[in-house]
């Protein structure tokens, strides 16, 4: 029932965005409508763009950005350089942990997670440290380059054992306009043999967010959700599944400025995040986890040249299915914004 109700219920957030983009036209735009968050005093009615941060600092005076739409899908935002939207609401749209980004970036990612207490006879703990570099060419298409590696913690009288698998990223954006962003993903992983991983996945879905200051009274409040596929290709023992399905839906809540000191733009979330077996001999088996966390840059400080162009990110994975392979997942994450 969980799986049922969460799934119908981002499918419903994407045929959403869907069906607004390919109008060609946001049904709630900059231009048309006001956000129901008043602005504080003396801020522009304009949309401004800050193109040097994804914490989306206030930059210098420019047009505001033009909306992208499936109805301009091959006409905008292939020519146009790569811009950060920054919302007359102040309300950011930042990368997360669990929940897929949805937005053109470029920065530096390095994460680091450590599973403990797997539920596995050979396995006690796992530990993970994986580095993105994401490129956006223009407003429409970025690549990301990206490699992990895992070191398993065994039991008592099992080997140890370690291994690497690189990735590669596609992103397409279709739509982003004042209230809301979506995108298409690609992703290819190569397989981590060592650790006994066979199969190249191919991961692929649409993600997306939504300003929910422009659907209620709420102060910087961001809506985010994704909906992904995973197919598995190569040899695998028999009854291993062949494909699954990953879906989240994720909030989050703004409290302090791009510029304060160490805890700029400090956001709290929450991260709603399932993953279903679509085939093999648990087909239907389902996780379900809650990740609560905390981001925030650096801020500006006058004595310490620290940057709101980095940014930490903290959070656990807490399953909360009858399904769970593992206690929990701490996560950590550093990104240098270029």
Do not use: H
């Not at 029932?1 to 060609?24: K, P, Q």
């Not at 396995?123 to 994401?134: E, H, P, V, Y």
């Amino acid at each position: 029932m969980v799986r049922r109700s969460a799934l119908d219920f981002i499918l419903t957030l994407l045929l959403l965005a869907v069906s607004r983009g390919a109008s060609g036209q946001s049904s709630i735009s900059a231009e048309d409508s006001t956000p129901l968050v008043q602005q504080p005093s003396g801020a522009d009615e304009e949309t401004t763009v800050d193109t040097s941060s994804a914490e989306y600092n206030p930059g210098p005076r420019q047009d505001p950005l033009s909306d992208l739409t499936l109805g301009n899908f091959f006409s905008a935002g292939w020519n146009d350089d790569f811009a950060v939207r920054s919302r007359a609401t102040g309300t950011p749209d930042l990368p997360l942990l669990r929940v897929q980004s949805n937005c053109m970036l470029r920065l530096f990612r390095a994460n680091f997670y450590e599973q403990t207490g797997l539920n596995s006879p050979k396995r006690k703990d796992l530990i993970d440290c994986d580095g993105w570099i994401d490129w956006s060419f223009n407003r429409r298409m970025m690549l990301e380059v990206n490699d992990a590696y895992q070191w398993v913690d065994p039991r008592t009288g099992s080997p140890s054992a370690s291994g690497g698998a690189p990735g590669l990223l596609g992103r397409i954006q279709l739509v982003d306009t004042e209230p809301s962003s979506c995108c298409f993903n690609f992703k290819v992983t190569a397989p981590n043999v060592p650790l006994a991983v066979t199969q190249t996945t191919l991961n692929y879905g649409l993600a997306g967010f939504e300003d929910l200051a422009y659907w209620f009274p709420l102060d910087r409040v961001g809506l985010y959700y994704s909906f992904t596929l995973d197919s598995y290709a190569g040899p695998a023992a028999k009854g291993v599944k062949q494909t699954d399905a990953q879906y989240d839906i994720s909030l989050a809540k703004t409290i302090t400025d791009p510029d304060t000191p160490i805890f700029g733009n400090l956001t709290l979330f929450v991260e709603n995040f399932a993953q279903t077996d679509l085939d093999g001999s648990e087909a239907g088996r389902t996780l379900v986890t809650i990740t609560p966390g905390m981001r925030f840059n650096l801020g500006k400080c006058d004595r310490m040249k620290m940057g709101s162009n980095n940014c930490l990110i903290f959070g656990t994975d807490i399953p909360v299915s009858e399904y769970r392979p593992w206690y929990a997942t701490y996560r950590f994450t550093y990104i240098k914004v270029f």
